[in-house]
């Protein structure tokens, strides 16, 4: 009797034994699921937010083992009050800004997200005296209004924005400063709201605002390239990620050109991709206001922003250009000293190094 208790008590150890083998076995074998890296990106309601979104709904994020914390602005002040707080480590925002990011907390310049010189813009209504004069200056055939018909109107615009550059270009355009205008600050939501309920002379939009301004009959007077000035809208990294994680913010960059390659390569389907984000965010838009997002700001792949940062002969690059134009037009007004130029121009804050690294 106990020599057959022995002999099953035998059984069963042995037989936990194999179990507990095969259980290594399977263990040793298997692969752990990759943890997933978590960025935090923040954007507008603007077409340079579409790249993220395209990952996002196509799944390019998780096929990558990417996790995105999208953070939404109404635009670049609140934004940047965000990246004080260290709340974003990549994104997309306006030129201003993105100037104002690096000046103030050192954040880097990465990409370019798109040439919004055309959709910075300035609207009037259509039977404002503004628009009897045209080409008022020569060098500005497009240009609506004069120094008399603008001297002393008010203006609604967002201020430290890319409509700011404009509005700012547009009154030295028309030999006119600030000190010339009254100039009162609203988000862009609320300067539409304002400026339809009869506030104001002259309302600064962008896209896609401007479009919803269009179909309401507003008339553009001027816009950023009108005015003589280029826009750029700008791809930034915070100082952390830039420089404690360039991997992953290379990483997330190489997911932000793919959707731009996307868009060059559909934009009919971009498109309808772009509507949707816009309705997620309270907006609608018709199909030419749709299309106006594709063909009147001009995007750029890896091989095209490249070549925008390049220095050829120790000449600044087509980027730093731009930049040192729209930092010179802020001290003319001061609204930046020539010190924070400097800090910025030289601070190496336009830096190419994530695009070398895709």
Known sequence: MRSRRTAFWSLIILFIGMVL?????????S???????????SHQPCVHALPTYMAMTKGWDKAD?????????????????????NKWEVGAEGAVPGMLAAIRYGAYIIAISND????NDLWVRPNSPILKAKGV???????????????????LLTTASTGHYAVIATLKALGLSEQDVKLVH????????AFEAGQGDIVQLWAPFDYIGEGKGWKKMSSGKRAGVVVPGVVIASKKAFEENPEKVAKWLKLYMRGIGEMKANPGESAKLLNAYYKEHGLTLDDKALAQEFSLRPIFDTKEQLALFAKKDGAPSQVEKW??????????????TPAEKEKFM?????????????
């Open 137 to 155: 200056n020569p060098k500005y055939p497009d240009l609506y209004g004069s120094a008399e018909t603008v001297k002393g109107k008010t203006i």
């Open 65 to 85: 083992g990417f996790k995105i914390d999208y953070q939404f602005y109404a635009s670049g002040p609140p934004q940047n009050e965000a990246l004080a707080s």
């Open 116 to 119: 919004e010189s055309e959709t």
């Open 346 to 358: 030289k601070g190496n804050f336009i830096n190419d190094k994530i695009l070398k690294m895709l």
């Open 323 to 336: 930049m040192s134009d729209l930092a010179d037009f802020f001290v003319q007004q001061g609204r930046i």
């Open 31 to 41: 692969t752990a699921p990759a943890k997933e890296v978590v960025i935090a990106v």
């Open 21 to 29: 083998v095969a259980g290594n076995g399977c263990n040793q074998s």
């Open 186 to 193: 609203m988000e862009q939501s609320q300067a539409m709201a």
